[in-house]
Nanobody, 126 residues
Framework: QVQLVEFGGGLVQAGGSLRLSCAAS????????VGWFRQAPGKDREFVAA????????HYRDSVKGRFTISRDNAKNTVSLQMNSLELEDTAVYSC???????????????????WGQGTQVTVSS
C-alpha cells in the first residue's frame, strides 16, 4: 500500500507559478504510476497530468500543456507538478493519485487509481 500527501497549494496571482508536491510512503513507490487531478467548485473532477512509474512517459490535459510539468524522484518518493502561467481557470483542489502498473511506461489518465491524497487548494486570483 501507499499513502499520499500533497503539499504546495496556495494563493497566487494570474500569471504566477506554484509547485505542488506529492509525498508517498512505502518502499515500492517506484512501482506506481501517478496522476494529478483537480476539482473546482460545482464541477467534476478532471485529469491534469500523469507520469509513468519510471518517469519516462508523461501525459497532460490540453489546457495545461506547455504550462505544467510533472516529474518524479523515486529515490525521494515524490512526484511534483510545476505550474507556470497560472490562469483563473486553474483554481481547484488538486489531488495526486497512485496506481501500481505492470509497465514502466504506462500512464493512467482516468480516475482509476486505487490510492489518493487528501488534496491541496490552489487559488488563482486576478
Amino acid at each position: 500500500q501507499v499513502q499520499l500527501v500533497e503539499f504546495g497549494g496556495g494563493l497566487v496571482q494570474a500569471g504566477g507559478s506554484l509547485r505542488l508536491s506529492c509525498a508517498a510512503s512505502g518502499r515500492t513507490f517506484a512501482a506506481y504510476a501517478v496522476g494529478w487531478f483537480r476539482q473546482a467548485p460545482g464541477k467534476d473532477r478532471e485529469f491534469v497530468a500523469a507520469i509513468s512509474r519510471s518517469g519516462g512517459l508523461t501525459h497532460y490535459r490540453d489546457s495545461v500543456k506547455g504550462r505544467f510539468t510533472i516529474s518524479r524522484d523515486n529515490a525521494k518518493n515524490t512526484v511534483s507538478l510545476q505550474m507556470n502561467s497560472l490562469e483563473l481557470e486553474d483554481t481547484a483542489v488538486y489531488s495526486c493519485a497512485a496506481e501500481p502498473t505492470s509497465s514502466p511506461l504506462m500512464v493512467v489518465t482516468t480516475p482509476a487509481y486505487g490510492y489518493w491524497g487528501q488534496g491541496t487548494q490552489v487559488t488563482v486570483s486576478s
